[in-house]
């Protein structure tokens, strides 16, 4: 069964700082990635998604992340965090093709400090 | 343009009561599904619809669930008997294809 980690819960950066948040899938081939991100009573917004091709992608609000496929990571990275990132991210994984549920990994809530 | 949209936003139940909450996907979204999040459990997968094909019920946690959708459109997810345990947050999200789109959930406290 295809898992997604997320190892760190929560993560505090001050703003203006650089962010990585990560993410490794545990899946038998290459699945399709996304990264989601939800504010406080909000619902999912995509930031961005990897299918295939150029393995580092770009999103919305600045948003990157680069797929390793060696390492089965997904991480998600902003050069300069704005206090209005303050959200909770998740990482989620979905068989090549699409058309199934997606696994969700348990999430990284970020806090920025002023 | 319109995104997927939830009704209620909130719901607060006392148990043992039966609750339908609603799901506008995007027109033209082939795909619709229902997901769960709560404190303990993350975000769960709870059943999916693929045009006229019978749904995915996989993800239901006990037969006191159960979704429709009528018309390849709206979805209603029907909690029966609800307990404390269902106290959550049912997310939907609509597809056209690999891209999930999601609502902004209702909230749903059982008393």
């Known amino acids: 069964a295809q898992s997604v980690t997320q190892p760190d819960i929560h993560i505090t950066v001050s703003e203006g700082a650089s962010l990585e948040l990560r993410c490794n899938y545990s899946y038998g081939a290459t699945p399709y990635l996304f990264w989601y991100v939800q504010s406080p009573g909000q619902g999912l917004q995509l930031l961005l998604k990897y299918f295939s091709g150029d393995t580092l992608v770009q999103g919305i609000k600045g948003f990157e992340a680069e797929f390793k496929r060696s390492q089965s990571s997904f991480n998600l990275r902003k050069p300069s965090v704005h206090w209005s990132d303050a959200a909770e991210y998740f990482c989620?994984?979905?068989?090549?093709?699409?058309?199934?549920?997606?696994?969700f990994g348990s999430g990284t809530r970020l806090q920025v400090q002023p | 343009g319109a995104g997927v949209s939830q009704s209620p936003s909130n719901k607060v139940t006392e148990k043992g009561k039966d609750v339908e909450l609603r799901c506008d996907p995007i027109s033209g979204h082939t795909a619709l599904y229902w997901y769960r999040q709560s404190l303990g459990q993350g975000l769960e997968f709870l059943i999916y619809?693929?045009?006229?094909?019978?749904?995915?019920k996989s993800g239901l946690p006990s037969d006191r669930f159960s979704a429709e959708r009528t018309g390849g459109s709206v979805s209603t997810l029907t909690i029966q008997r609800t307990q404390q345990e269902d106290s959550a947050v049912y997310l939907c999200?609509?597809?056209?294809?690999?891209?999930?789109?999601f609502g902004p959930g209702t909230r749903l406290l059982v008393l």
């Open positions: 619809f693929q045009g006229n094909s019978a749904p995915d």
């Open positions: 989620a994984v979905v068989p090549e093709g699409g058309r199934r549920a997606l696994t």
């Open positions: 999200a609509s597809t056209p294809g690999e891209t999930q789109y």
